[in-house]
């Protein structure tokens, strides 16, 4: 099953990119404050950022990885852990992995894409 990770692959194709996470980690998208809410260029970040389940830091760029031996259960299961420690109710695992899978089969392994609030896109290649 494919999966969406932290990457700092095309960082930098936009001016306000950035990369806090730990490359390779599993990433959620969470909710977006007023700051954003209207524009993913925002003062916040939060609008154009995936967040990444193990650091809990963002990142603007995310890969579309082939997650190798992983389960729906398995990818569930990863995120009510990283939910819950970063103080999230873990019950929104099973509808939040649902939506992640969903974003990640639009395109094949290896993509990098970007978030601009509920839309995804792909980066060409640098
Ligand atoms: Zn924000």
Redesign the pocket.
């Given at each position: 099953m494919r999966g969406l990770v932290a990457t700092a692959r095309t960082q930098g194709q936009r001016d306000n990119d950035f990369d806090f996470c730990v490359e390779g980690e599993l990433v959620w998208i969470g909710l977006?404050?007023a700051?954003?809410e209207a524009d993913p260029d925002?003062g916040?970040?939060?609008?154009r950022a995936f967040s990444g389940l193990n650091s809990h830091r963002a990142t603007t760029t995310a890969r579309v990885a082939e997650l190798a031996g992983f389960t729906g259960d398995d990818y569930v299961e990863a995120l009510r852990s990283g939910l819950a420690q970063a103080g999230w109710p873990p019950n929104l695992a099973g509808e939040l992995a649902g939506d992640m899978l969903a974003i990640a089969a639009h395109w094949p392994a290896g993509t990098v894409i970007e978030r601009r609030l509920d839309q995804f896109q792909a980066r060409g290649a640098t």
């Open positions: 977006v404050c700051r954003d925002g916040c970040g939060c609008g």
